[in-house]
C-alpha cells in the first residue's frame, strides 16, 4: 500500500472546507493545508484536521502556492483538492482499495472530477485530473492561473471520481480574478504559453468580450497546441461568432473541428443548429442523430455530456415535428427526457403531444359520427 498526502491551498473556505476535509480524511497518511491570506475560519477549521497549517503570501500565480504546498508533504505519493471538491462515500472505498493496488513503479494516477450532475444525480459536466504523484518524481505544477500538473512516466487511470460542489457556496470567488491576473501579466510583459493564451481567450469569451476572444483563440491556434484544446478553441469561436450575428463563420468553426479528429457531439449539435435555423430539418436532424453516436473525446478534456444525451434528442423532437413526423418526434423527445426528466421543453413537448392525440381521438369519433 502506498502512502499519501493531501496538499491543499486554500482562502476564505469556511464554507466548505470541513466537509472536504471530512471526506477525505480516512483516505490519506497526511494532511497540509495552505493559507494564502483567509479572513474568515479556514484555518481554525484545517486545523481541526491537521497540524500542518501553513500560510504563503499571495503573489498571483497559483502554481505558486501549490509548488509550496508540495513542498510540506513528508509521504511518498501527494495527492490535491480543491475546498470545494469532496469524495463521494463510494468513491472513498474505490480510492482505499486503489491505494492498496498501486506500488512505487506508479509515477502519477488520474480521476474523473464531476462538475455538473443532470435531474438524476448523473454527472453531466465531466474530465479528468492528475491527482495523485509520486514526490521523488518531482513534477510541479505550471500557470499562474488554471495551473496544472507536467507529469510523465508510468501513469494510472482510475475509476475514482472527485465531485465538485461549488454551488454549496454563499461567498464566490472574486470573478475578475483570473482575467485580472492575465492582463496583469500583459502590463509586465509576461510571456503567454499557448496554454494561458486559450484560458485568457476564454476569459475574455465568459465576459462578452467576444471579437476580443476570437483574436486570442486564433493566436493560440497558431502555438504548438494540444488538439483537444484546438477542438474547444473552435467550439468557442462557434459562440463567439454567434454571439456577434456572423452564423456563417460560426459553423465555419464547427466544421474546422472535422479537420482535427473524428466528428465530436457538441461540434455536431453546432453544425445541425447551423441548419435548423436555415430551416433544413433534413440536415440538422442528420448531425444531430450523428452527435448521440460519436465519441466524447480524449478523457482528459472537459466533457459536457448534454451533447451526446438530451441537447440533441430534443433538436430532434423539433426536426421531426417539422418534417411531419410525429411518432419520432414523440420518441425523441422521450430520449431527451431520459437524462432531463423536468427540461422545460421537455415537459411543454408532452403537454403537445398528449394535446395532439385528444385532437386526433376527437377527429376520429367525429367522422365515426
Known amino acids: 500500500m502506498i502512502r499519501v498526502s493531501l496538499c491543499m491551498i486554500v482562502k476564505d473556505e469556511e464554507e466548505v472546507l470541513g466537509g472536504c476535509l471530512a471526506s477525505v480524511k480516512d483516505c490519506v497518511d497526511e494532511i497540509v493545508v495552505v493559507d494564502t491570506g483567509s479572513s474568515d475560519r479556514t484555518k481554525e477549521i484545517a486545523a481541526q484536521y491537521t497540524e500542518n497549517v501553513f500560510d504563503f503570501e499571495w503573489v498571483n500565480h497559483f502554481a505558486k502556492a501549490r509548488n509550496f504546498a508540495f513542498s510540506k508533504a513528508t509521504e511518498p505519493f501527494i495527492m490535491w483538492l480543491d475546498a470545494d471538491d469532496i469524495i463521494s462515500e463510494e468513491d472513498q472505498l474505490k480510492l482505499k482499495k486503489l491505494k492498496e493496488d498501486l506500488d512505487e513503479t506508479t509515477d502519477a494516477v488520474s480521476m474523473k472530477y464531476h462538475l455538473t450532475f443532470d435531474a438524476n444525480g448523473e454527472p453531466m459536466f465531466t474530465y479528468r485530473r492528475h491527482r495523485i504523484v509520486k514526490a521523488a518524481c518531482g513534477f510541479e505544477w505550471q500557470g499562474a492561473v488554471h495551473e496544472f500538473l507536467q507529469v510523465g512516466g508510468n501513469i494510472v487511470t482510475s475509476d475514482v471520481a472527485i465531485t465538485h460542489r461549488k454551488e454549496e457556496k454563499t461567498v464566490q470567488t472574486n470573478a475578475d480574478r483570473n482575467i485580472n491576473i492575465y492582463e496583469q ?31 486570442k483563440y486564433e493566436e493560440f491556434m497558431q502555438t504548438n497546441k494540444w ?18 450575428d456572423e452564423p456563417d463563420q460560426a459553423v465555419d468553426q464547427a466544421l474546422r473541428t472535422l479537420k482535427l479528429k473524428e466528428p465530436r457531439p457538441e461540434s455536431c449539435c453546432m453544425i445541425g443548429n447551423h441548419f435548423q435555423q436555415k430551416l433544413d430539418f433534413e440536415n440538422a436532424l442528420f448531425w444531430y442523430q450523428m452527435a448521440v453516436h460519436q465519441r466524447e473525446g480524449d478523457s482528459l478534456n ?27 418526434s414523440k420518441e425523441a423527445n422521450e ?3 431520459e ?18 392525440e385528444k385532437q386526433n381521438k376527437a377527429e376520429a369519433e367525429s367522422q365515426d359520427k
Not at 493564451?197 to 469569451?205: Q, T, V
Open 335 to 337: 430520449r431527451a427526457a
Open 227 to 244: 488538439v483537444e484544446d484546438e477542438i474547444r478553441a473552435c467550439q468557442a469561436m462557434t459562440h463567439c461568432y454567434l454571439a456577434v
Open 185 to 215: 501579466m500583459i502590463n509586465d510583459d509576461e510571456p503567454f504559453t499557448p496554454r494561458d493564451l486559450f484560458y485568457y481567450a476564454n476569459e475574455l469569451k465568459e465576459r462578452g468580450r467576444h471579437e476580443e476572444a476570437i483574436n
Open 339 to 356: 437524462t432531463m426528466p423536468e427540461h422545460e421543453s421537455v415537459i411543454q413537448n408532452r403537454k403537445l403531444f398528449a394535446d395532439l
Open 302 to 328: 472537459f466533457v459536457n455530456h448534454a451533447y451526446s444525451t438530451w441537447y440533441p434528442y430534443l433538436q430532434q423532437c423539433v426536426c421531426y415535428f417539422r418534417l411531419g413526423d410525429i411518432p419520432s
